[in-house]
């Protein structure tokens, strides 16, 4: 079987709902939108948790607990497998380097150091965060991990 011979399967198509077109076709004179009022117009959405005005029930209820997500450290990560794959004449390795190669991007963020993959060569590679398999490769082929 190939892409171009799947078929959806009986009933998965549906026909585009006509609204408007008379009150013989099922959704004719107000199309479905009930009465009159707010959501009968167009353009219109109310966001989710909106009480028509009313203090709603998530301002009402108190905020307990810290939540760390919007200051967390997010990291670029790279494997030794792929610093294996840098040209020969690259010795020393930081995140300005990887990114001048593509292997991460330039926008700002730690480099952390995976340990996937394998190593011959000897580079000296400078980054925030090392993991335990990935120092262990890295000095096992006579290069140095330097954090940062």
Same mark, same amino acid.
Request: charge should be positive.
């Given at each position: 079987?190939? /892409?171009?011979?799947?078929?959806?399967?009986? $009933?998965?198509?549906?026909?585009?709902?006509?609204?408007?077109?008379?009150?013989?076709?099922?959704?004719?004179?107000?199309? $479905?939108?009930? $009465?009159?009022?707010?959501?009968?117009?167009?353009?219109?959405?109310?966001?989710?948790?909106?009480?028509?005005?009313?203090?709603? /029930?998530?301002?009402?209820?108190?905020?307990?607990?810290?939540?760390?997500?919007?200051?967390?450290?997010?990291?670029?990560?790279?494997?030794? $497998?792929?610093?294996?794959? /840098?040209?020969?004449? #690259?010795?020393?390795?930081?995140? @300005? #380097?990887?990114?001048?190669?593509?292997?991460?991007?330039?926008?700002?963020?730690?480099?952390? #150091?995976?340990?996937?993959?394998?190593?011959?060569?000897?580079?000296?590679?400078?980054?925030?965060?090392?993991?335990?398999?990935?120092?262990?490769?890295? @000095?096992?082929?006579?290069?140095?991990?330097?954090?940062?």
């Amino acid at each position: 079987m190939k /892409l171009h011979e799947l078929k959806n399967v009986a $009933g998965a198509i549906h026909r585009k709902k006509r609204v408007g077109c008379g009150e013989g076709g099922g959704h004719g004179k107000t199309s $479905g939108r009930g $009465g009159k009022g707010q959501s009968a117009r167009s353009g219109s959405s109310i966001r989710p948790g909106f009480e028509g005005g009313q203090m709603p /029930l998530y301002r009402k209820l108190p905020h307990r607990g810290f939540n760390n997500y919007n200051f967390r450290t997010t990291y670029a990560t790279v494997n030794v $497998g792929d610093l294996a794959k /840098l040209d020969a004449s #690259v010795t020393e390795v930081t995140s @300005e #380097v990887l990114a001048k190669h593509g292997l991460v991007r330039d926008d700002g963020r730690a480099l952390k #150091v995976l340990g996937d993959g394998e190593i011959s060569r000897a580079l000296k590679v400078t980054a925030a965060k090392f993991s335990e398999s990935a120092k262990a490769k890295l @000095e096992k082929a006579g290069g140095q991990a330097i954090n940062a």
